[in-house]
């Protein structure tokens, strides 16, 4: 498993991290979830002006290139392409990245475990709070990939797939930046996050999509707006009814985060991610994660 340097940690990022244990997490993020959806013109204007100005969001790669036209701070952070602003790898063996993002870790499944950050390791097991569903995935690989608050937001299929099985994990709300990723033991694990678990033939993928401070919402195209407002237990999700209603294509819309967060890829054996990919590589959605050995069977 590759591991990225660990960040340099001076008063400041110490600080970040020991205010954010005992910040009432969920609660900002209730706060933040509301005031994202204000519709009132002037306060949701300052909002995404505010934004822009601190983080300089490519606008022309947008569908609806004025900021100020959506009717709420979240429409805008939450905005569509326009058509065609992406190339999607679109070879049945090839895995594409889900999402606009950074490649915080990756490497092969080893011994069950995954990198967080150099020095420290955690499990598939603990990740997915569930041994059967792990053991699938036993000597495959994983890749975490950040998302940035300037980056896209919406979250797609790597590869056609169905969906087998979809759970809610309740956690905590620990930002998932590098300093804390650094800091934080098992941060993937103890953070709120939702499991979605794809086959394609005799291929078996999953999605991992971890919440963070502030974002406290995550949704899927199948479930709608999965957090805040679910009960903070342990779900299974329902899944979608029909023979064909749980399959998407590749790059099709699965689902997305309100605010900035990560999505954890995982594959089965023999899948294994592209030599040049390191961690702090960047990435954009459709282009190539993983070659597969074969062609996956229809899905």
């Known amino acids: 498993m590759q591991a990225s340097p660990r960040p340099e940690r001076g008063l400041g990022a110490r600080l970040f991290v020991t205010v954010q244990h005992v910040l009432p997490q969920h609660l900002l993020s209730r706060l933040m979830h509301a005031l994202a959806r204000s519709r009132i013109r002037p306060l949701k204007n300052l909002l995404i002006a505010s934004f822009r100005a601190c983080y300089r969001?490519?606008?022309?790669?947008?569908?609806?290139?004025?900021?100020?036209?959506?009717?709420?701070?979240?429409a805008f952070f939450t905005r569509a392409l326009a058509p065609g602003a992406r190339l999607l790898d679109l070879h049945p063996a090839v895995l594409v990245s889900p999402v606009d993002g950074t490649v915080s870790e990756l490497g092969r499944l080893e011994d069950g475990r995954l990198v967080q950050a150099k020095g420290r390791l955690f499990t598939l097991e603990a990740l997915l709070d569930s041994a059967s569903c792990a053991q699938r995935f036993a000597g495959g690989a994983f890749a975490t990939l950040y998302l940035a608050p300037r980056d896209y937001h919406r979250i797609h299929m790597p590869l056609a797939g169905t969906l087998r099985a979809a759970w809610y994990i309740p956690g905590s709300?620990?930002?998932?930046?590098?300093?804390?990723?650094?800091?934080?033991p098992g941060l993937y694990t103890r953070n709120e996050r939702v499991c979605c678990l794809f086959e394609n033939?005799?291929?078996v993928f999953a999605l991992v999509m971890v919440g963070a401070l502030?974002?406290?919402?995550?949704?899927?195209?199948?479930h709608g707006e999965i957090t805040p407002g679910r009960a903070r237990r342990r779900a299974?999700?329902?899944?979608?009814?029909?023979?064909?209603?749980?399959?998407?294509?590749k790059g099709a819309q699965l689902g997305g985060f309100?605010?900035?967060?990560?999505?954890?890829?995982?594959?089965?054996?023999p899948g294994q991610w592209r030599a040049e990919l390191t961690a702090g590589t960047p990435v954009r959605m459709g282009q190539m994660l993983a070659q597969l050995p074969e062609a996956p069977g229809p899905c």
């Open 57 to 74: 969001p490519d606008m022309s790669e947008a569908a609806q290139p004025d900021p100020f036209s959506y009717p709420d701070f979240n």
């Open 173 to 184: 709300l620990f930002s998932v930046n590098a300093v804390t990723a650094a800091a934080v």
């Open 201 to 203: 033939g005799p291929l």
């Open 214 to 222: 502030l974002v406290g919402s995550i949704f899927t195209v199948w």
């Open 236 to 249: 299974e999700l329902p899944l979608p009814e029909g023979a064909a209603a749980g399959r998407l294509a």
């Open 258 to 269: 309100n605010m900035g967060s990560t999505v954890i890829v995982l594959i089965a054996p």
